[in-house]
């Protein structure tokens, strides 16, 4: 039985993630910045802001205390701050970093020691088509999921000889409460942009997620997917 632990589970892809690996068997632990709704045997959930090192340490330490290991850090909290860099306050600005980039970074550090031991561990990072399709207005929000997949990269690089793998996915549009405030007609103009024109599903994220934290994918490192392709 894995022991999983997914960030940013209160809601949309994150709880669709957390009930998936529930379903496939697995222990899930699951954090957010408020409580949780999902109710679970196999279900422990975490208040904890991912940016904050000492709230990211207490949730570490309850881990080693409850569940002596963990398998798999996937790393799905994110938040955007979708306008035109001019427009942006600088608040907004740090809250994106801190979040998407800071947060990832922080989790992952202090995942390591419990993956090690884990005979095969598992980061897997989410980021987004914004980063290939440069889109304007998501200035912010593309530099920080760029940030990510060039962490992923070099972080595969350091810890392929201790066994561990790192990936990344990128979901194309997804209806979630991030992508809630796309207008109807930007929405339509990424999609003719796919080479396959459909909006993804949270099950899409989860069958690429699926793949890279297979046992059998321990020589898959360091990979960034996108769903849907590019025309």
Sequence with gaps: MRRVLITGTTRGLGRFL??????????????GRGASALEHERYRHHVVNVSDEASVAELFGAIRREESGLDVLI?????????AFALTPPRSVRKVLDTNILGTMLMSHAALRLLRRSSH???????????????????????????????????????????????????????TALTSGIPA?????LLAEQAVPRQATPGDVANVIDFFVRPESDLVTGQVIYLGGFS
């Design 18 to 31: 957390a009930e998936h690996f529930l379903a496939s068997g697995d222990r899930v632990i699951g954090c």
């Design 75 to 83: 790393n799905n909290a994110g938040t955007a701050s979708m306008n």
């Design 121 to 175: 561990g598992r980061i897997v990072n989410l980021t987004s088509i914004a980063v290939a399709l440069r889109l304007s207005g998501e200035a912010v929000y593309a530099a920080s999921k760029s940030a990510v997949e060039t962490f992923t990269r070099v972080l595969a690089k350091e810890l392929g000889p201790l066994g561990i793998t790192c990936n990344a996915v990128g979901p194309s549009l997804i209806p």
């Design 185 to 189: 007609d930007k929405a339509q103009r």
